[in-house]
RNA sequence: GUGGUCGUAGCUCAACGGUAGAGCCCCAGAUUGUGAUUCUGGUUGUUGCGGGUUCGAGUCCCGUCGAUCACCCCA
């Protein structure tokens, strides 16, 4: 056992876990393309002024901070908007609009670590910045829906909880109630489902309002109100509305979101959000002192309780097992079935792979069925034996079982004739 | 940050307060040019860590660290 652990919260990534992590980049990376977003990159480690000027309470209570040695007061990012509403901002001019941006990235934040939540973790970020209209709010969703299928999860086994604060803003207008109760209104909605109704009553008692008034608003919140027509309109015609619920309670916790808000969550398991995200159309003109006034637009999905999820559910599981075999599989591994013939089985390996054959073989003197063995337990293909045979070699498919002899002269042209033929798949159906 | 449960070999888990074990994995051999099975042998622990009670603690008590669950909140 190793004398010092991982930092609570932190997790080492063994190949394995590596690998899942990768195909979740690589999947991420894919969609947003196909979007047309354009990948960016900002910095880990922030000021903590940043945070502290946008994100409000609840996220500045988890802020990971710390002082440097030139006495700095810095924070590892609990998340990524605020950098990116302050590049976007500096240098916003230099970019067309609407601006499709997505980011991978690791985020941190100081809190109990549980299942699904860790001090570490990765975000895939997609933001729309330059465009109000709900066009936008409606690629977003968009994007977290093909994003979420793309791994193999079907509309079955997620959905998108809809909401938009201007709903709640209209309400609280309505009813005369000023604006500086606002905030502390939505974290009673927030916690509607949860809380006692008899506290809640309480707490909205204090500010003018009743749970009765409030249940009767939130019942007539529903995919026919005007606040979500043009964004029902715009999915409807990509065939996606059918996975989105109108939920009132979404109000989200960050500080900055104005309109839309959403959140991708499993129906299945009971899991934390997938993904969240919303409109936050006044913080590129907080950001920027007021100098920048741009709308914007974006969500973020994790990689933590994606991954449980992709673990959890049997269509994705597929795809994902089918990775994992992809990336760790070789192509061919070389027998060396006569040390005398190592140094012309080196000048085969360096060849193919310079062929871009992928290509493993053992570093000593091994027999024969330990290194065919050895080609199994590394998935390869074909394994090349090199013997007293020799220039002449065997490749043998191994999951067909049937072999062949060729001329060490055309071993790399045959292996990449053989690999472009469609592997043996399994023959159980 | 608050409360509950848990912590034994790389992994999954045993062991009444009385000498710390099994399976799997890994390595080697049986088997000197072909993948399975089987058999044989081998490596691995200050029982998370630190105290305390006891003739004696993996076991009971306290603290601590970590995991997990609930609260909280979110990716």
């Not at 964004?231 to 916790?253: C, H, K, S």
Request: hydrophobic share 45%; net charge neutral; charged share 25%.
């Amino acid at each position: 056992m190793a004398s010092i652990q991982t930092v609570k919260g932190f997790r080492d990534f063994f190949p394995e876990e590596c690998a899942l992590r990768n195909y979740i980049f690589d999947t991420w990376r894919a969609v947003a393309r196909r979007y047309g977003f354009v990948e960016y990159e900002g910095p880990v480690l922030e000021s903590t002024d940043l945070f502290r000027k946008k994100s409000g309470d609840e996220i500045t209570s988890q802020l990971f901070c710390f002082t440097t040695k030139g006495e700095d007061d810095v924070s590892l990012r609990p998340e990524v908007t605020p950098s990116l509403a302050r590049m976007a901002t500096a240098r916003q001019r230099d970019f067309k609009k609407p601006m499709k941006w997505f980011q991978i990235g690791s985020c941190f934040r100081y809190e109990a670590p549980q299942e699904g939540r860790t001090r570490e973790f990765v975000q895939f970020n997609a933001d729309i910045l330059g465009d109000a209209s709900p066009a936008t709010d409606a690629e977003l969703i968009a994007l977290a829906i093909d994003t979420v299928r793309e791994f193999g999860v079907s509309t079955e086994d997620f959905a998108i909880r809809l909401s938009n604060r201007e709903i709640w803003n209209t309400y609280l207008a309505e009813r005369n109630i000023p604006a500086e109760h606002t905030s502390t209104f939505l974290q009673i909605i927030d916690k509607i489902e949860r809380a006692k109704p008899e506290d809640t009553e309480n707490k909205l008692s204090a500010i003018g309002l009743s749970l009765a008034d409030v249940r009767a608003f939130m019942a007539s919140a529903d995919e026919n109100h005007p606040a979500f027509a043009a964004l029902r309109e715009n999915l409807t015609a990509r065939g996606l509305w059918q996975q989105v619920r109108i939920d009132a309670t979404i109000v989200r916790g960050l500080a900055y979101y104005t309109g839309t808000v959403f959140e991708v969550f499993d129906l299945k398991h009971g899991l934390r959000a997938v993904a969240g995200g919303g409109r936050y159309d006044r913080l590129c003109a907080l950001m920027s002192d007021g100098k920048v006034d741009m709308p914007a637009a974006g969500f973020a999905m994790g990689d933590v309780v994606l991954g449980i999820l992709l673990k959890k559910t049997p269509g994705a599981q597929m795809k994902l097992t089918s990775a994992l075999l992809a990336s760790s599989s070789i192509d061919a591994y070389v027998v060396v079935a006569d040390e005398a013939q190592r140094s012309n089985a080196l000048a085969a390996v360096q060849a193919l792979r310079a062929a871009g054959v992928r290509v493993d073989y053992s570093f000593g003197a091994q027999k024969v069925g330990k290194q065919f063995q050895a080609a199994e337990d590394r998935k390869a293909r074909f394994a090349i034996t090199f013997g007293a045979e020799y220039p002449e070699v065997v490749i043998k498919n191994l999951l067909a079982r049937s072999q062949s002899a060729v001329a060490v002269d055309g071993l790399v042209a045959e292996v990449q004739r053989l690999l472009s033929e469609p592997a043996l798949g399994p023959l159980i159906a």
